[in-house]
């Protein structure tokens, strides 16, 4: 089946300690996306590539880096400069770079040590 | 600024009822509206979309309205069933943007 997979399903994170979150696609979609959820609120977008080998912020990149080195991933790390870095991580990605019909993976809940 | 706005956060509805899940938007300059439904643990799953051409779009068990006149975005659920409890999410994509913004959810719970 095609889709989303993100990996792991649940992070620990120490204090100081950069981590990645994984996010592989078998859709042949050409754009990706990384989203942050926090309890009872919307998805904010942290950082979207619509090629391969480029990427753009979104509203909430400070804290957060990414790579896009094939088409078919997308990793986030989550540094320690983001100082509150729990949360549930959506990744996303779209047929093309219209941005419309996101499909979503399901996501990685990362807490704090 | 532009945000896409929930009348009510919770919504409960008796199991085989109709559901009727609300979303105001602030920018008159979208025309791309969608419908996400999320169940705890687990990521948006699309159900509707619809784009401002439209007034009425029509899925299985599920019909959006969007009245641009008043800037309303609406869901409505056919005969409500336990599996439809979940957080609905209403999102909007302005013509003049490349990203999607998104509501704060609505969580809609089934009464037996």
């Known amino acids: 089946d095609g889709g989303i997979t993100q990996s792991p399903k649940y992070l620990f994170r120490k204090e100081g300690q950069n981590v990645t979150l994984s996010c592989e696609q078998n859709?042949?979609?050409?754009?990706m996306y990384w989203y942050r959820q926090d309890p009872g609120q919307g998805l904010r977008l942290i950082y979207y590539?619509?090629?391969?080998?480029?990427?753009q912020k979104g509203d909430i990149a400070e804290g957060y880096s990414v790579s896009r080195e094939k088409k078919e991933s997308f990793p986030l790390t989550v540094t320690s400069a983001q100082k509150n870095p729990t949360a549930f991580y959506l990744c996303?990605?779209?047929?093309?770079?219209?941005?419309?019909?996101?499909?979503f993976g399901s996501g990685t809940q990362l807490s704090v040590l | 600024g532009e945000s896409v706005g929930l009348h009510l956060p919770t919504l409960s509805v008796q199991e085989g009822d109709n559901s009727i899940i609300n979303c105001a938007y602030s920018?008159?300059?979208?025309?791309?509206f969608i419908w996400y439904k999320q169940e705890s643990g687990k990521g948006p799953q699309f159900i509707i979309d619809?784009?401002?051409?439209?007034d009425k779009r029509q899925g299985q068990r599920v019909t959006v309205l969007l009245n641009k006149t008043v800037k309303h975005l609406s869901l409505q659920i056919a005969a409500t069933q336990p599996g439809d409890s979940a957080v609905y999410f209403c999102?909007?994509?302005?013509?003049?943007?490349?990203?999607?913004?998104f509501g704060s959810g609505t969580r809609l719970s089934i009464r037996p």
């Open positions: 619809i784009r401002s051409n439209m």
């Open positions: 999102a909007e994509k302005p013509s003049s943007a490349s990203k999607i913004i």
């Open positions: 590539s619509q090629i391969v080998n480029d990427f």
């Open positions: 996303a990605s779209t047929k093309d770079r219209s941005n419309e019909k996101l499909f």
């Open positions: 859709l042949n979609h050409d754009a």
């Open positions: 920018n008159s300059a979208s025309d791309y």
